[in-house]
């Protein structure tokens, strides 16, 4: 394959999360969109030579740059404060863990009541986590939309991992008192009631 088949092949993996990404932190379809094809464009023209593994990085960082940009374009300063939960979820390395663990994993068909229930739940978790405040949501996505580590949500983020870990205990601890509210429990959540 290519090197712009192996590109258009990434980018065509990518756009649909990187699209809820953008969408979850604006909150506006087609701004969203331009933040997404920003994002594309810029990998394309400047980093297209780089070797493909290292295009996820490469394409998480000019996304989230995109997405602060359209912030200082916009001139939005911050998102509400949502209010911290008494969950405690942190395991023996002080990580919330993976907070949709708890989603059933089912080795035969669900039926038309699970599938139901889990589009509820994936629609109440969907929204909850529009609702957290910016780089709580970023930290979040990074985590477990795109499964990158500690240390690779840090350098996409631009911070330190002792922040991320903040912001993702945050997040898990806003999400999960969002959804008990829904009457969602979140069972794997350790702690929780």
């Not at 490469?58 to 940009?69: G, H, K, P, T, V």
């Not at 942190?90 to 919330?96: F, I, Q, S, V």
Request: contains cysteine.
């Amino acid at each position: 394959m290519k090197g712009t088949d192996k590109l258009a092949a990434f980018l065509a993996e990518v756009e649909r999360r990187a699209f809820k990404q953008a969408y979850y932190a604006v909150q506006d379809e087609d701004a969203a969109l331009d933040i997404v094809q920003d994002a594309m464009m810029r990998l394309a023209e400047r980093y297209a030579h780089k070797p493909p593994e290292e295009w996820p990085m490469l394409f998480q960082r000019i996304l989230q740059n995109a997405i602060r940009d359209h912030f200082r374009r916009q001139k939005v300063r911050g998102f509400w404060v949502t209010l911290f939960s008494a969950f405690e979820s942190k395991d023996d390395d002080g990580d919330a863990g993976d907070p949709l663990e708890w989603l059933p994993n089912q080795e035969q068909a669900p039926s038309p009541q699970d599938e139901h229930e889990q589009a509820r739940t994936m629609a109440a978790i969907e929204e909850a986590v529009a609702q957290l405040p910016a780089r709580q949501r970023e930290a979040f996505m990074l985590r477990y939309w795109e499964e990158l580590d500690v240390a690779e949500t840090a350098a996409a983020m631009g911070c330190s991992e002792g922040s991320v870990k903040t912001h993702c205990s945050r997040a898990t601890h806003a999400l999960a008192q969002r959804l008990k509210q829904q009457g969602i429990v979140w069972s794997g959540i350790r702690g929780g009631t």
